[in-house]
């Protein structure tokens, strides 16, 4: 079993740099992708970047491309999501999920675990 705790978000005026945190727990966590996706209010969860298993593969949205930054340290179970440029439109909750295999996929039904959100609140 694999559990996933998500932190790092707050209010931040548009333009600055966040950096948000996984921290899991479950021996094969470090064997899995792991992704980040985000969901606005009235929007459908969508996905944001993920990192394969050993971290020589990622991949973003368009949205996201050249601003985050998706990296990972399996020594200490944790994968992060630096944010720079910050914009209003990335106003949404965001989620880190384990996936079910060891390479990144951006479908959402490939994950299996979870976590229970952050807020980030991007004001102009």
């Known amino acids: 079993q694999v559990q996933v705790v998500e932190s790092g978000g707050g209010l931040v005026q548009a333009g600055v740099s966040l950096r948000l945190s996984c921290a899991a727990s479950?021996?094969?966590?470090?064997?899995?992708?792991v992704g980040w996706f985000r969901q606005a209010p009235g929007k459908e969860r969508e996905f944001v970047a993920v990192?394969?298993?050993?971290?020589?593969?990622?991949n973003y949205a368009d949205s996201v491309e050249g601003r985050f930054t998706i990296s990972r340290d399996n020594a200490n179970d944790t994968v992060y999501l630096e944010m720079n440029s910050l914009k209003p439109e990335d106003t949404a909750v965001y989620y880190c999920?384990?996936?079910?295999?060891?390479?990144?996929?951006?479908?959402?039904?490939?994950?299996?675990?979870w976590g229970q959100g952050t807020q980030v609140t991007v004001s102009s």
């Open positions: 479950g021996r094969t966590f470090s064997m899995r992708a």
């Open positions: 990192i394969s298993w050993n971290g020589r593969s990622r």
């Open positions: 999920a384990g996936a079910k295999g060891p390479l990144g996929t951006t479908i959402k039904t490939e994950y299996a675990y």
